[in-house]
């Protein structure tokens, strides 16, 4: 939904030098991009570490993101378009998202859609994050859709693996990765933005297909 990633990067860098700790920070985005953020300081730490210790961390490291993209924030370029494309056709929205609840808060304050998502699954409800699929299920459990009538816009690798193992067809965001990093047979488009979409007429052919 959000341009966010490479705020996503930098936060890191600022969270690791105010700990002391070095990190090789490609390495750490694809370890950790789409995981819960206490996974993600596990990953950090090299460590398990528990909720509760992981928490004031958590938080610590995303008011910085808040506070860098805040001034610059930007969605996917026409993401907000696309999904008033959607709603006209009466297509459920869901967002799964490792994300805690004021990452969600903050997105969806910005973005200020004219209708909330139908419904949010987080990363801080208890469920594992990407490559498991367990927030991508919930999430189409949560909208009364089944897995496999369920179509995934994803942004990381370990999200579109995910959508693989929860048996759903993705769309590759190719915003920071490219086509063949998102690749994969459940993959049934690759773009860089949602006005691609838009143009190739995607909702239309897949209403049509269906």
Known sequence: MIDSMPFHARSWEVFAQRHGVKMDLPELMRRTTGRTGTECMGELFGRVMSVAEALPLV???????????????????????????????GLK?????????????????????????????????????????????????????????????????LGIEAALRAGMRAVAIC????????????????????????????LQSLRIAD
């Open 93 to 157: 929205i869901a967002v799964g998202t490792a994300g805690d609840i004021h990452n969600v808060e903050f997105a969806l304050s910005h973005l200020k859609l004219p209708q909330a998502p139908q419904a949010v699954i987080r990363g801080d409800m208890g469920l594992p994050g990407k490559p498991e699929p367990a927030i991508f299920l919930e999430a189409a459990r949560a909208v009364s859709v089944r897995p496999n009538g369920a179509i995934v816009f994803e942004d990381a690798p």
């Open 59 to 89: 938080q610590e490291k995303e008011q910085i993101y808040r506070d860098m993209f805040a001034p610059v924030f930007a969605e996917v370029r026409g993401f907000k378009a696309f999904e008033a494309a959607a709603r006209d056709l």
């Open 175 to 202: 915003s920071t990765h490219s086509a063949a990093e998102l690749a994969g047979d459940h993959v049934i488009a690759a773009v860089k933005n949602y006005e691609e979409l838009i143009a190739q007429g995607f």
